[in-house]
């Protein structure tokens, strides 16, 4: 595996835990009353309870921000921005992702010191909002210049929500998207948040790319099933099994955080 893997996680096959943060400002959802003051203080404990459960970093989501857009507002990259500045934990590394502005994760990662982002960054897809066409080449070159290449772009070629266009398979796009793009890491998702992917599909991505990025499974994870899956991928995001009744809206359940840490550690 690459150094710079095991570098920023400190250990084989990282679980990042997924950190969500509650509808943004000028979103459907948003809650004027609690504002962004009231945003935050919602996290807290969340962050706290995955941190004492013992995951290898946390990542930070928009993840309510329901129906997604590909262009985000500066209202609520700054609202982003000022959340994960607060919150961002001492103890892991923490990452990015925007739902679905690549730009606007990075923008956010680039000032709050995070290490890596996910986002789709690559391919064509028809999806729940329309065509969905994203700009590698506008990214990287954004990341360049504004001195955030260390910052690592962890790129799902197997989104939710959305269908490939073309017939690319699998291991055609994590390859392409390796190097044609540059990504740092490999992404494998299932059919929409909290769902799992075919573990074959992990299997197919990790044979394309070999040892030269990892790759990582990007949804579905649970704690009957992160043994099986860690066979074949190099570490897990997870979200909605950490959560009360493994519902992707709740509060993180810590107790669900132990089960799952306990299952990765004896699997890793």
Known sequence: MVPWFHELFGRKKPVIAMAHVPALPGTPRYDPASGVDG???KMR??????????????????????????????VQVAAMA???TE?????????????????????????????FIR?????????????????????LRLRHNVGADSIRVFC??????????????????AQSAVVSCL???ILVSGPMAGAEPNVAAIEEAKAAVGERVPVLLNTGAKASNIGRFLQAADGVIVGSYLKVDGHTWNPVDPARVCEFMGAANRAR
Not at 67 to 73: C, G, L, R, S, T
Not at 162 to 172: D, F, M, N, Q, W
């Open 39 to 41: 945003m935050i203080e």
């Open 45 to 74: 404990a969340d962050i706290r309870h995955l941190i004492e459960g013992g995951v290898d970093a946390i990542m930070f989501c928009n993840e309510d921000d329901r129906p997604y857009v590909f262009h985000a507002e500066p």
């Open 82 to 84: 000022r959340a994960v």
């Open 87 to 115: 919150l961002r934990p001492k103890e892991v590394p923490f990452g990015v992702d925007f739902l679905w502005d690549p730009v606007a994760a990075l923008s956010v990662a680039a000032v709050t010191g995070a290490s």
């Open 119 to 139: 986002e789709v960054v690559t391919g064509v897809y028809e999806s729940d909002m329309g065509l969905w066409a994203p700009d590698a080449a506008a990214l």
């Open 156 to 173: 799902n070629v197997q989104p939710e929500f959305c269908s490939p266009l073309g017939t690319r398979t699998v291991a055609e796009r």
């Open 183 to 185: 990504a740092d890491g």
